[in-house]
């Protein structure tokens, strides 16, 4: 099995800037794609920003630019560093693992959630 556990949500200003961390344990040689995604009050769950193995990545429209995701796969952790932040990027932010357990297909994993809050 596979544990996700992010860190570093907060409360923070408009304009400022704010790192998530998450951090994988267990039968971590089967991950391959990783990513952030959010989920606003009274929203959907959105993607923020993925990245494979191979360090390929991508960002939803709104993030790009903004938002900063990186992977250290020797380390088993994730992070999102998030610049000039705005109160529309309040949310739960959740960390996400495609794990692989057999050859045969995959589960999506889901750490429990770091909240950011942002203040204008």
């Known amino acids: 099995q596979v544990r996700l556990v992010e860190s570093g949500g907060g409360l923070v200003h408009f304009g400022e800037s704010l790192r998530l961390s998450c951090a994988a344990s267990?039968?971590?040689?089967?991950?391959?794609?990783m990513g952030w995604y959010r989920q606003a009050p009274g929203k959907e769950r959105e993607m923020v920003a993925t990245?494979?193995?191979?360090?390929?990545?991508n960002y939803a429209h709104s993030m790009k630019g903004r938002f900063t995701i990186s992977r250290d796969s020797a380390k088993n952790t994730l992070a999102l560093r998030m610049d000039s932040l705005k109160p529309e990027d309040t949310a739960v932010y959740y960390c996400?693992?495609?794990?692989?357990?057999?050859?045969?297909?995959?589960?999506?994993?889901w750490g429990q959630g770091t909240l950011v809050t942002v203040s204008s």
């Open positions: 996400y693992a495609k794990w692989h357990p057999n050859v045969e297909g995959y589960l999506e994993v």
């Open positions: 990245i494979t193995s191979g360090g390929d990545t």
């Open positions: 267990g039968r971590t040689f089967s991950i391959s794609d």
